[in-house]
């Protein structure tokens, strides 16, 4: 029996109010009103973003609930807490509903067999090291064993062809960790066979410099943690490496190609170049394989991946990953005529500003 994996950055999933700190007075602006008042207008904005919240994230649960995965890998939660509350008030019950449908028919005993089939009874958030605190998480329908780690330094990687003298410039030492928020193992059974998937959540490309190329400066920070994973793997199936069932997903913030063209710079070689892992994305023509968009540089970005082990993918020639583009608000390019969840915006709400991808495997052991 198949299994279906899927990754989403459902965009700062919280459930602590966000304060803003010191805002000027002309910065102090909820939808169309200004606020003269601090205290005030922390109090209104807290009220408007808890209300925004509410659409956005039952559109955040229409999408994940549309993967119709048994395992999906997020990006951005801010706890434990932040994700059940999510998934006790939006998407358990829009799981209820797609199942009350699908089983109609079912006697009573089908239903209570299967019925774990439909829900993620097994969600965790492992704390990692994102100065923010948003971590990643798993959500599963089946048991799964899962590690971070978070605790990785540069002393891992000692030896590899790294950026040593950008570290040092940025007073990064050896001993400091090298995954900005993690890279968590989940390690569940598809039919007896083993499969261990990598969620991973990469360095942003957000600029150092106030007018420097944000990819290109942190591009030595993602290069690492993207050796990092690879050697994790390497170490996890010593000797066999290529021949073990293994998935790398999670958002990259970083792509190889833009509608199939090979991009100036890219962090993902160590993954990609030698034929470590596998990339299915490139079943789908070029310019379809985006899942997010940058509105400054009206670029379409595959930013979240589903790579898979060698093996993995010879015994799945076919299979070929979805992505959920029905969350996406109305200002993105090339989906002008296509269906969106209701009460999509033009801006906001949306479900995310990335899109879910999802994949459907064969495993065997």
């Avoid at 990259?252 to 993902?268: E, M, Y």
């Avoid at 969840?341 to 991808?357: I, M, T």
Wanted: charged fraction near 25%; hydrophobic fraction near 40%; proline fraction near 5%.
């Amino acid at each position: 029996m198949p299994v279906r994996i899927a990754t989403f950055n459902v965009e700062n999933l919280y459930s602590r109010f966000d304060f803003a700190g010191k805002v000027s007075r002309e910065r102090r602006i909820v939808g169309s009103f200004a606020i003269e008042d601090k205290a005030e207008y922390e109090m209104v904005r807290m009220t408007f973003e808890a209300v925004m919240s509410d659409d956005v994230r039952q559109l955040t649960a229409l999408a994940i609930a549309d993967t119709r995965a048994d395992i999906v890998c997020l990006q951005e939660v801010d706890s434990q807490q932040a994700l059940d509350v999510f998934y006790d008030n939006y998407l358990h019950p829009v799981l209820r509903q797609a199942f009350a449908k699908a089983t109609k028919a079912w006697t009573d005993a089908e239903r209570a067999a299967r019925d774990f089939e439909f829900f993620y009874d097994e969600r965790n958030v492992i704390s990692g090291n994102d100065t923010r605190g948003i971590d990643v998480a798993v959500m599963a329908n089946r048991a799964v064993t899962l590690r971070s780690h978070a605790g990785l330094t540069y002393e891992f990687l000692e030896g590899l062809p790294l950026e040593w003298a950008f570290f040092e410039s940025r007073n990064i030492q050896r001993t400091d960790r090298v995954l900005r928020r993690d890279c968590v193992s989940a390690d569940i059974f598809v039919d007896g066979a083993p499969l261990t998937i990598f969620n991973c959540h990469f360095k942003s490309m957000s600029r150092l410099t106030p007018n420097g190329d944000g990819r290109a400066e942190t591009q030595p920070l993602r290069l690492a943690e993207v050796w990092a994973v690879r050697r994790l793997i390497e170490q996890r199936f010593s000797g066999e490496t290529a021949g073990a069932n293994w998935v790398i997903c999670g958002d990259f913030n970083d792509f190889a190609h833009v509608d199939g063209l090979p991009t100036r710079h890219s962090a993902l070689g160590p993954l990609l170049d030698d034929g470590f892992a596998i990339d299915p994305m490139e079943r789908r023509p070029a310019h379809d394989r985006w899942t997010h968009y940058y509105p400054e540089g009206d670029a379409h970005v595959q930013l979240d991946h589903i790579l898979l082990s060698p093996a993995l993918a010879r015994l799945n020639p076919g299979a070929t990953p979805d992505v959920l583009r029905k969350g996406m608000p109305y200002r993105v390019p090339r989906l002008e005529s296509s269906p969106r969840y209701p009460r999509v915006g033009w801006s906001r709400p949306k479900a995310s500003d990335h899109c879910p991808v999802v994949i459907e495997l064969q495993v065997r052991a």
